[in-house]
């Protein structure tokens, strides 16, 4: 008799475990530089022909669909048993790239559509949205286009906003950006991205002075870090601390990259160019969905790295390095965030 009660006691126990891990469920939020996802199609509009057969990376049709899988590779892994709910993708040339991906490759059965608008960038590399439309609905979403004042001629990649509703029931903002590169040099460019991010900033506060708890996602490649003043002063976003405002905005990477980890490596070192950034709502637990610092990751995952002959250690597994075709991946890695609902 006493088994048996034991035994009901145990069940009893597993069943109230299972019945609190499945209250709460997953929102994987990824972002991802893939680095020149081109197809091999001439657009007459940008300067592409690096990347056309023939051109002088010898891209083809068969380095397309290998760049392809890899990318399709990466998104998979991020997700394992959880598929991400959306997916921020930087450097990605056309349309047709994001149809091919969606349709084509190990991503064709998890269904995934997209949003995605041509930008003004010179070769044609724009960012996009994959997102799972059973996790979020769109119900709007616009290119941020970038205009310097003295240098309107002068173009670069746009913003993509999208606002969805996701399975709570709530509003959730999401901005996907690709901020102007370094080249050049970071002193010499750090006006440009400065630019981009008080535009960004704007938008936000259009948000903020709407909705008091506001549910915003800022995520991509910034070509800065977390400590630049294009993002710690002009966006204004903090490091986590003990006192969270709804309205204020958190970037979920500063903490990973002061401990010297990073999604890009540079002259030996590794620093953090993508990044998760959050509305303060976000981080509160009593919110519909919430998330926390330990949530935030890099995806280091062995097959994205090759060794590092020059600094050592480990670098990211390229698909060039330099004009040599290796088949690799990207000279990013992704991040991604977990969500709870």
């Known amino acids: 008799m006493k088994k048996l009660i034991f035994i009901c006691f145990c069940l009893s126990l597993l069943n109230n475990l299972f019945s609190q891990s499945s209250d709460k469920q997953i929102f994987k939020v990824a972002c991802y530089n893939v680095e020149n996802f081109f197809d091999c199609v001439d657009d007459s509009l940008t300067n592409d022909s690096e990347f056309l057969p023939g051109g002088m990376r010898g891209w083809n049709y068969t380095k397309y669909q290998k760049k392809q899988a890899n990318i399709a590779r990466v998104i998979t892994a991020i997700g394992g048993w959880d598929t991400p709910a959306l997916v921020g993708l930087c450097e990605i040339e056309s349309d047709k790239c994001l149809f091919d991906l969606t349709h084509y490759s190990g991503l064709k059965n998890l269904r995934y559509k997209y949003l995605h608008h041509e930008s003004p960038d010179p070769r044609g590399v724009d960012v996009a949205l994959l997102y799972q439309p059973y996790q979020f609905k769109p119900i709007h979403d616009e290119a941020i286009h970038i205009s310097y004042p003295d240098a309107p001629k002068n173009k670069t990649r746009d913003i993509l906003f999208a606002t969805g509703i996701i399975p709570t029931g709530d509003t959730l903002h999401v901005f996907v950006c690709h901020f102007p590169s370094r080249l050049g040099g970071e002193m010499e460019s750090e006006e440009k991205r400065m630019f981009v991010s008080s535009v960004l900033r704007a938008k936000v506060d259009s948000l903020v002075t709407t909705n008091a708890h506001p549910n915003i996602i800022i995520m991509g490649d910034f070509n800065d870090f977390p400590t630049n003043k294009s993002l710690l002063e002009v966006l204004k976003a903090e490091p986590l601390t003990d006192t969270i405002s709804s309205q204020s905005l958190y970037n979920l990477m500063y903490k990973l990259h002061t401990e010297g980890k990073g999604t890009n490596k540079h002259e030996g070192d590794w620093g953090a160019l993508d990044q998760m950034i959050v509305s303060g709502n976000l981080l509160k637990q009593g919110n519909r969905l919430s998330t926390k610092q330990s949530d935030a990751h890099i995806l280091e995952a062995d097959f994205l790295l090759e060794?590092?002959?020059?600094?050592?250690?480990?670098?990211?597994?390229?698909?060039?390095?330099?004009?040599?075709?290796?088949?690799?991946?990207?000279?990013?890695?992704?991040?991604?965030?977990?969500f709870w609902y």
């Open 307 to 338: 060794d590092d002959k020059k600094y050592l250690g480990k670098q990211p597994f390229r698909t060039f390095s330099g004009f040599v075709y290796q088949g690799g991946y990207s000279d990013h890695l992704p991040v991604y965030t977990d």
